[in-house]
Every structure is written in C-alpha cells, then in structure tokens.
C-alpha cells in the first residue's frame, strides 16, 4: 500500500498533463472570443433579421463592443476551464471538453471519438499509393478532386472528420431553428438550437487554424529531433493570447489591430455547401503550414525552447507574398468569425426557407 500510494497522485498528473494537451482547438478564450465577436456582429448588422437578432442576444451572455473585446483579449486569462460561460459562448469550448475527457467514446454516426471531429489531416485523403506525410514543398495536399465525397471511405477514420461534423452541426442548427427549439426545453435536454450554434461556432473556428489541417499538427518535421521538439501547436493557439502574465502584452497589442482590419476581409469561399467549405477552409489554410514551420525552427534555440515573440516575428511567405506568423494568425482568426457568422445567418435563412 505505501509503496502504491504515491503512484496515484503521480498518475492523476500524468493523466491531467495528458487530457490538458492543446490538440483540439484554438484556445477556449478564441472559442469563447471568436464567437462573441461573431454574435456581436450580427446584432449590430441591421441587415439581420429581428427575431434572430433577439434570440442571439437572450443566448449569448456578455456582449460587448470591440473595445471591450480588445481589453478582453489583452488582460483576460480564461485557462483550460471555461466555466462560468454560459449558453452559446458554455457551448462554443464543449467539444475540446469531450474531446480532453471521452477520449474512446465513440461519437454517432461517425464511429470516432470526439477529437477526431476537429480536424482533417488532407495528406492521408489522397488516394493510396500516393499518400507520403506532410512536405514543405506542399506536394502531398490533395486537390478537392481527391477527396472521397462518402462517409464510409475508411480513408475519413484516420483523416479525421471535421467536415462531415460541420456539416451535421449545420443541418442540426436549421432542423432546431425550423421546429422552434430555440431553447432546452427540460434539464438535460440538449438538443436545441443553442447547443448546435455553439458546436457549430466551435468546429468553424476550428477549421481556420492550419495545423488542423495536416498530419504534422505539431510543425515536428521541421526539427531533426523531432521527440524534444516544441509544441508547437500550443504556439499558434493559446501561449501568446492566454499566458504569460503581461509577458505577451506587447505582441497581443500588436496582434489585435491587425485582427480588427482582417475582419473587414471578405470571406474567400464561394460554396455555401458546409461541407465542400469546410475542405475549402482546410485547403487553404493548409498553405500556412511552411510559414509556421520555418518560424518554429528559427525561434527555436539549441536546448529546444521556443521563443514566442521571434515565432510570431518571423517573416516568411505565404502563397508567394510576404507575411509574419502575427499577421497569419490575426487572418485566419478573422476569418473564423466570418465564418461563424455566414453559417449561423445562413442556417436562420434557410430554417426559414430562404
Ligand atoms: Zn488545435
Ligand atoms: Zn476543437
């Protein structure tokens, strides 16, 4: 028993240390942030329509405007709990929660777990004999083509299934809009619109974040020693936006009006279809990936620690033209609010049949 009785609380960490590890998302505060700003901006759009307006506002708790958010974002420390935030914004973080906590539940109709549904790792949806892992050269990402349109191609298992689970989230959201559960309707009831909206919000934010997109979540290939490597993924998520007290400030300072100005961006896809946008989304955030590379390698010193800022410094190139892992970012999280915001306007519409 004695000899035992430190194992417990040793293994209690080492199971904490496991759940708590960043591969889901972006960080509960972009979850809790993109989405608000998304709410936030399709109240303040008098384009959009009143009833949808009202029921935004009763389920988002906290609305604020854009400076309220910048102090949100440069002070805010939110963690690895969201508690405390209630209905969409309570519902935007719940799947990294299933995610860190049912890691071998097996989500329906899917047959993965949870975290499988975050991501789609394009290298493995080429056909076999062409699968290799990622390259920096961006020859192993698949074109649209490739892709296997149907669920039960076995390719999808391993890939991961986010866009079949955007999809469902969005059909869901229009079916509970459409029969009027705006609402739960009794304690535990959670098959309501608030429910789909936040996992909705959640899986779109999700899909902007390039490493999402690519069997090489961590940026490893770029590290000889690929074991002691940094985390990478934890950098481009939440180190510099929810750690480091004050020590961030600056590069958050930095960060945020660029963030502002590429909200004013139009959103580049076409297709209103959820799940071809979804690969769209992947497809081209995919292009990132040696920009986040290279940077982690240049910030990285010899005994392997990461430095943040030089990270989000670095200047490399993006689809052939200039650009800092700073302003990468800011863009891709812009873009997640756009499009939360095109898919919880567009799931009202077509609830309502237009
Ligand atoms: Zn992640
Ligand atoms: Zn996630």
């Known amino acids: 028993m004695a000899r035992t009785a430190w194992i417990i609380p040793l293994l209690l960490s080492l199971a904490l240390a496991w759940t708590s ?33 009202q029921w935004l506002r009763q389920v988002t708790p906290g609305l604020m405007d854009m400076a309220g958010e910048e102090r949100f974002f ?12 209630q209905g969409l914004l309570h519902w935007a973080t719940r799947p990294d929660d299933l995610a860190a906590h049912e890691r071998n539940l097996l989500v329906k109709p899917f047959g993965v777990p949870e975290r499988k549904l975050h991501f789609v790792d394009l290298e493995l ?7 290799m892992g990622y390259r920096d050269d961006l020859s192993a990402k ?26 469902q989230c969005y059909q869901r959201l229009v079916e509970c809009f459409r029969d009027d559960k705006l609402h739960p309707t009794h304690e535990g009831d959670d098959d309501h619109a608030i429910r789909w909206a936040g996992y909705l919000a959640h899986y779109l934010e999700d899909n902007t974040q390039p490493q999402h997109a690519t069997v090489d979540y961590k940026s490893q290939s770029y590290f ?55 690969l769209e989304v992947s497809l081209l955030s995919y292009d990132a990936l ?21 990270f989000f410094h670095f200047q490399g190139q993006l689809r052939g033209h200039p650009a800092t892992v700073l302003q990468m970012k800011a863009h891709q999280t812009a873009w997640a609010v756009l499009r939360v915001q095109r898919l919880l306007l567009s799931a009202w519409a077509e609830s309502r049949g237009n």
């Open 21 to 53: 590890l960043p591969c889901f998302a972006w960080s509960n505060k972009e979850h809790i942030q993109l989405t608000r700003i998304a709410v936030e901006r399709l109240v303040a759009d008098p384009s959009t329509p009143d009833a949808f307006r």
């Open 74 to 85: 440069l002070h805010q420390t939110v963690g690895e709990s969201a508690r405390g935030y």
């Open 125 to 131: 949806l080429l056909p076999a004999g062409h699968r």
């Open 142 to 167: 698949p074109s649209l083509d490739d892709i296997p349109q149907d669920i039960n191609d076995p390719r999808w298992k391993e890939a991961g299934m986010l866009p079949f689970r955007v999809r």
């Open 224 to 278: 000889a020693d690929r074991r002691h490597a940094p985390n990478v993924h934890a950098e481009m998520e939440y180190r510099m936006v929810d750690e480091g007290r004050g020590e961030f400030l600056q590069l958050r300072k930095e960060f945020w009006p660029l963030f502002v100005a590429a909200l004013d961006l139009p959103d580049p896809i076409r297709t209103n279809d959820p799940w071809r946008a979804t």
């Open 290 to 310: 040696p920009l986040i590379g290279h940077a982690a390698k240049q910030a990285t010193n010899a005994d392997n620690t990461l430095n943040t800022v030089e």
